[in-house]
């Protein structure tokens, strides 16, 4: 079936600092979403991507369809970016969307 | 406000019992889903629905309903509980990328 792999599967960040989340894709994928699910449970849409790169304040994304990833960049963490991060993608031929199973990010002070 | 909305937030029931949730978008959008996710955090589709079909995934027991008036409204209902039911169920809209409401965390005890 369908695979999103997401790496790394925990990150520990110090306010402040900078890192990458990254999704592998086992299929062509058409469109990927990046989504934020807060500690209420909430799930928010972060970014949607066909290939190329978006920005969005201190978060940047890309997407290479071609080699079937896709990375989340956070510049200058903060507190409240502490959450799990989903990436889910879109089946070129099917249409189907396949979630990853999440990067849990912690925020320290 | 354009979003979508779920209710209830929480429902705590017994194995055996019939419960349903409300799904409402006001964004326009023309096709509605439930996912399902487990304490792992992991995201499973449910159902998919648009006002000409209903894609349902296989591995979901026929237990589980959903249940449309029109295309803002995808309610699921859920015949009789049993306790591997307990998640959050998650609706979500789409029209290109996809938007979640805030979840339903059901316990059956």
């Known amino acids: 079936g369908d695979k999103v792999k997401q790496s790394p599967s925990a990150l520990s960040l110090q306010e402040g600092t900078n890192s990458a989340l990254r999704c592998n894709f086992s299929i062509a994928a058409t469109t990927v979403q990046w989504f934020l699910q807060n500690p209420r449970g909430s799930l928010i849409n972060l970014f949607y991507?066909?290939?190329g790169t978006k920005e969005n304040g201190r978060l940047k994304s890309a997407f290479d369809s071609k080699e079937s990833y896709s990375t989340l960049h956070i510049r200058d963490a903060q507190l409240e970016d502490s959450g799990t991060y989903f990436c889910?993608?879109?089946?070129?031929?099917?249409?189907?969307?396949?979630f990853g199973d999440g990067t849990v990010l912690t925020v320290k002070p | 406000e354009t979003a979508v909305f779920q209710t209830p937030n929480y429902h705590v029931t017994q194995v055996g019992n019939e419960v349903s949730f409300n799904c409402k978008q006001t964004?326009?959008?023309?096709?509605m889903y439930w996912y399902k996710q487990d304490s792992k955090k992991l995201l499973k589709i449910m159902f998919s629905?648009?006002?000409?079909?209903?894609?349902v995934n296989e591995t979901v027991p026929r237990r589980f309903s959903p249940q449309s008036s029109d295309k803002a409204h995808l309610n699921l209902r859920i015949k009789s509980v049993e306790p591997e039911d307990s998640a959050v169920y998650l609706c979500a809209s789409s029209l290109t990328g996809k938007v979640f409401g805030p979840g339903t965390r059901l316990t059956v005890l």
């Open positions: 964004l326009g959008h023309d096709t």
């Open positions: 889910a993608a879109v089946n070129t031929n099917t249409g189907k969307l396949t």
């Open positions: 629905y648009n006002n000409k079909q209903l894609i």
């Open positions: 991507l066909v290939p």
